[in-house]
């Protein structure tokens, strides 16, 4: 999978060893050679049971790369191995060394390192092939990724018991993913009763979000729902009486 911050725009597929567009600028990218999996993966894919008889079965070997762009300027990259769902070997790009996360990757950083081209390659990669790649793709789905879509919002309720309900705010369909949400009580922000979900992506590029809060039902009246976005030219109010609508503070 390749994505762009945390939107997925490609997938390899096995069978047609090619790989496919998520979003529809990702279309004009011609997806070169060092993205294939058997780049990623072109180590011996039995060297972390090396020496580990034991460890017959089923095993997974995973690899994750990428690189950044920050907002000053420079660049960072990773290039992490995974053996079993735990970190297990990294590259170093500054001083061209591969770092163990587990004892029994010794043997394997030992047996990469007699291969020193790869430095070299895994440096080009990370600090010179992948930022490239990166303005690429920014440039293709620049406006895409410079719209910007309000949030939807509504207020569901589940009653515990007669002391007990808890009201859920969602709002959904926002772009970008920065966005401003609480729980008020009469105004006051609930900062430490909130229960909040970190936002998430959704299939079609956009965000959603959802906070809940343990009330009295008699309360009911007392709780709005506050929802900040740069596409919204006023605050989202939300009440569990009236979900999805804009309203005025009382």
């Known amino acids: 999978?390749?994505?762009?911050?945390?939107?997925?725009?490609?997938?390899?597929d096995n069978h047609t060893r090619m790989f496919e567009p998520l979003v529809p600028w990702m279309e004009m990218a011609k997806m070169k050679s060092y993205l294939d999996p058997d780049w990623v993966f072109r180590a011996d894919l039995k060297s972390p049971q090396n020496g580990h008889p034991q460890n017959e079965g089923l095993?997974?070997?995973q690899a994750i790369l990428g690189c950044e762009?920050?907002?000053d300027g420079s660049k960072g990259g990773y290039f992490h191995y995974g053996y079993?769902?735990?970190d297990f070997i990294s590259f170093d790009s500054e001083t061209?060394?591969?770092?163990?996360?587990?004892?029994?990757a010794q043997k394997v950083k030992e047996e990469w390192e007699d291969h020193p081209g790869w430095f070299q390659e895994n440096k080009l990669f990370?600090?010179?092939?992948?930022p490239v790649?990166?303005?690429?793709?920014?440039?293709?789905g620049k406006e895409a990724l410079e719209r910007t879509e309000p949030p939807v919002g509504k207020v569901n309720s589940k009653v515990v018991d007669d002391s007990l309900e808890v009201l859920t705010c969602q709002a959904f369909g926002f772009y970008p993913k920065e966005i401003q949400?609480?729980?008020?009580?009469?105004?006051?922000?609930?900062?430490?009763?909130?229960?909040?979900?970190?936002?998430?992506?959704?299939?079609?590029?956009?965000?959603?979000?959802?906070?809940?809060?343990?009330?009295?039902?008699?309360?009911k009246n007392h709780y709005w729902c506050h929802v900040m976005h740069d596409d919204l030219q006023e605050p989202l109010l939300l009440s569990w009486k009236k979900s999805g609508e804009k309203l005025q503070h009382p």
């Open 84 to 86: 079993d769902g735990m």
């Open 126 to 130: 990370l600090e010179e092939t992948c």
């Open 96 to 104: 061209f060394r591969w770092v163990t996360a587990q004892p029994q």
């Open 181 to 219: 949400t609480t729980w008020t009580r009469d105004g006051e922000a609930c900062v430490y009763e909130t229960l909040r979900r970190n936002v998430a992506p959704n299939s079609d590029g956009t965000y959603y979000v959802w906070l809940s809060i343990e009330i009295d039902p008699k309360e």
């Open 69 to 71: 762009l920050r907002e």
């Open 1 to 12: 999978m390749v994505h762009l911050d945390d939107q997925p725009i490609a997938r390899y």
């Open 59 to 61: 095993h997974t070997w």
């Open 133 to 140: 790649l990166l303005t690429k793709y920014l440039s293709f």
